[in-house]
């Protein structure tokens, strides 16, 4: 068993940009076969990167992640549910990129189906996926 530490005076501030390209890169973490092995994919280093950009506003996450495809955004929220739940730095409530995700595909008419919402609910414990606080 491994027991994670987060530090509050480790660099926490949100980075300022978020690229199409590095959500590419993320999304193609959320194929099964590598949400099954994040520890050994990501560094601590990594997963704390992954933290400040999951901080960004849901304005940046809706306005770079528009031009992906509904399974890129799909994968992207796959990822980041997971990585969510392993993670304890990247536990971030409502703050959630996941809630932004799903308020893009509703924006394009899209809604996650049945399957999908039990997919979120059973790979995470954060209430406030995919939907926000109510």
């Known amino acids: 068993m491994t ?10 501030e949100p ?3 978020l690229n199409v390209e590095q959500l590419k890169s993320l999304s193609k973490l959320g194929h099964e076969e590598k949400l099954n092995n994040l ?3 990501l560094s601590h280093d990594e997963r704390n990167a992954l933290r400040n950009t999951m901080l960004l506003s849901f304005d940046q996450w809706k306005q770079s992640a528009a031009s992906l495809s509904e399974s890129e955004i799909w994968n992207l929220m796959r990822f ?10 990247c536990k971030v409530g409502s703050q959630s990129p996941v809630i932004a995700l799903n308020q893009l595909l509703k ?3 899209i809604k996650l189906g ?8 059973q790979h995470s414990d954060n209430k406030f996926i995919p939907n ?3």
């Open 132 to 134: 926000g606080p109510l």
């Open 114 to 121: 049945k399957e999908r919402l039990q997919w979120i609910k």
């Open 15 to 17: 980075s300022e940009t």
């Open 39 to 41: 520890t050994t994919l």
């Open 80 to 89: 980041l549910t997971v990585a969510e739940n392993q993670f304890s730095e």
């Open 107 to 109: 924006s394009q008419g």
């Open 3 to 12: 027991i994670e530490t987060w530090s509050p005076n480790e660099n926490t």
